[in-house]
């Protein structure tokens, strides 16, 4: 069982709703245009804000659902490394040759499945680092990192090796968005 939950999860994750929204949608790969990236952020930029909210919600439950169904028919193992698989199979699709996301959607969705007051305050922060900074990746960045601070205040091991892990993820796949910023060549939302 914990097997099928683990291969579920990664499959959950694999699901490229990014693609899937571009393509049904707008007859647009979104792997050809703007960033590349199969994530929200690139399909807010490619196919506008209905489009990207869609996507957006879809990634988040996508770790949502990974973490909530081991809770809910009690797996042996801790429910946040279900999660944790279905954020690999978002950065690594099984259905779009392994080319992803950056994780910050379906990472979020994990902790409104584990602790929606986490999920919640996560948000917040995000939407002020966004507001005063008006980069989409600096934001995620900083949320990832201060998410993962935050877990040293509290007595739960396995968030804390998930959100480190989670932290480390996003940082990484941000490297590149990083250098864009310190170039000055990173655009910025003109919507908030």
Do not use: Q
């Not at 807010?44 to 209905?50: A, D, H, I, P, V």
């Amino acid at each position: 069982m914990t097997i099928f939950l683990l291969v579920l999860a990664y499959l959950l994750g694999s699901i490229p709703f990014g693609l899937i929204v571009g393509k049904v949608g707008y007859g647009i790969d979104i792997r050809e245009h703007g960033s590349g990236n199969l994530g929200a952020t690139n399909t807010f930029r490619t196919l506008g804000k209905k489009a990207g909210i869609i996507v957006t919600v879809a990634d988040i439950l996508k770790g949502t659902v990974a973490t909530v169904i081991p809770l809910l028919i009690g797996a042996d193992m801790n429910a946040l490394f279900f999660g944790i698989f279905a954020v690999v199979g978002h950065v690594f699709p099984l259905f779009a040759k392994f080319r992803g996301g950056k994780a910050v959607a379906t990472s979020a969705g994990i902790l409104l499945g584990y602790t929606p007051l986490l999920f919640v305050g996560i948000l917040v922060c995000f939407i002020i680092c966004l507001y005063l900074s008006k980069y989409v990746s600096l934001s995620s960045v900083i949320t990832a990192v201060l998410a993962f601070a935050y877990t040293f205040f509290v007595d739960d091991i396995p968030l804390r090796i998930i959100m480190g892990l989670i932290a480390f993820i996003v940082v990484y796949r941000h490297l590149a968005n990083m250098k864009r910023i310190l170039n000055k060549t990173e655009p910025k939302i003109t919507w908030l």
